[in-house]
């Protein structure tokens, strides 16, 4: 039978990023989009871990299906850690990206350690709220000015010196291949016959009745 599973983002970049790496899977993926509206998660969690089960143990229980979900966000060495899970609103709740990395570059203007690493979860979870999780990361170093236009958030000043480009003037192929959700994703493809088994012995089953009514 058709797998469906629902990607929990409603973010436009990402969105575009699973449908390329998931293209070649055996299975639907349904957006939010393709339903109701839904409740909004709340993204409170102090880690990846904890927001990306959030995001994909409330789609799943609210939608009935299985659901998989991102969380993300870039960790600069010398921040601390920063935005990390505040990635998304560094600038202020609903922050553009271009205002996130203008208070990014403005945070680190006179500092000379530039190192900042990607970070991504991936949470695949069933209404029950049983969930597998797969993560992913990249390095890289930031720049003083953006460069190129691709990609979405940070990508325009995080440069990736294997290519001796931004991650903003890679093609999304290009990207897939060495960022933190390409990495992520390529470990759900190594254990992909694994998770569409586990998702066998997960998923509640509904019974099935049959609505013909009595016999006259
Ligand atoms: P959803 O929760 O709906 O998935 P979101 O944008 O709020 O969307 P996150 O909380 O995971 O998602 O925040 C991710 C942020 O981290 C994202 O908005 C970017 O600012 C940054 N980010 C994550 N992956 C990135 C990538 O591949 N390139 C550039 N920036 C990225």
């Given at each position: 039978m058709e797998k469906i599973i629902v990607?929990?983002?409603?973010n436009k970049g990402k969105t575009r990023e699973f449908a390329q790496l998931l293209k070649d899977f055996p299975i639907t993926i349904k957006n939010l989009g393709d339903f109701g509206p839904i409740p909004e998660v709340i993204e409170d969690g102090q880690t990846f871990d904890d927001n990306a089960f959030k995001k994909a143990s409330f789609t799943a229980r609210v939608l009935g299906y299985p659901a998989i979900a991102d969380d993300s966000g870039l960790c600069v060495e010398a921040l601390d850690g920063a935005p990390g899970v505040y990635s998304a609103r560094y600038a202020g709740e609903n922050a553009t990206d271009k205002a996130n990395v203008t208070k990014l570059l403005s945070n680190l203007k006179?500092?000379?350690?530039r190192k900042a690493k990607f970070k991504c979860v991936l949470s695949i979870a069933v209404p029950t709220g049983a969930a597998l999780t797969y993560e992913g990361s990249c390095e890289g170093i930031l720049l003083e000015e953006p460069q190129g236009n691709n990609g979405f958030g940070y990508d325009p000043i995080f440069f990736y010196p294997d290519f001796n480009k931004t991650f903003a003037q890679l093609s999304m192929e290009e990207k897939g291949k060495v960022s933190h959700r390409g990495r992520a994703l390529k470990e759900v493809s190594n254990e992909f016959e694994k998770i569409m088994e586990w998702l066998d012995i997960n998923m509640p089953q509904f019974e099935r009745f049959d609505c013909k009514g009595p016999k006259k």
């Amino acid at each position: 039978m058709e797998k469906i599973i629902v990607l929990a983002t409603t973010n436009k970049g990402k969105t575009r990023e699973f449908a390329q790496l998931l293209k070649d899977f055996p299975i639907t993926i349904k957006n939010l989009g393709d339903f109701g509206p839904i409740p909004e998660v709340i993204e409170d969690g102090q880690t990846f871990d904890d927001n990306a089960f959030k995001k994909a143990s409330f789609t799943a229980r609210v939608l009935g299906y299985p659901a998989i979900a991102d969380d993300s966000g870039l960790c600069v060495e010398a921040l601390d850690g920063a935005p990390g899970v505040y990635s998304a609103r560094y600038a202020g709740e609903n922050a553009t990206d271009k205002a996130n990395v203008t208070k990014l570059l403005s945070n680190l203007k006179g500092k000379n350690n530039r190192k900042a690493k990607f970070k991504c979860v991936l949470s695949i979870a069933v209404p029950t709220g049983a969930a597998l999780t797969y993560e992913g990361s990249c390095e890289g170093i930031l720049l003083e000015e953006p460069q190129g236009n691709n990609g979405f958030g940070y990508d325009p000043i995080f440069f990736y010196p294997d290519f001796n480009k931004t991650f903003a003037q890679l093609s999304m192929e290009e990207k897939g291949k060495v960022s933190h959700r390409g990495r992520a994703l390529k470990e759900v493809s190594n254990e992909f016959e694994k998770i569409m088994e586990w998702l066998d012995i997960n998923m509640p089953q509904f019974e099935r009745f049959d609505c013909k009514g009595p016999k006259k």
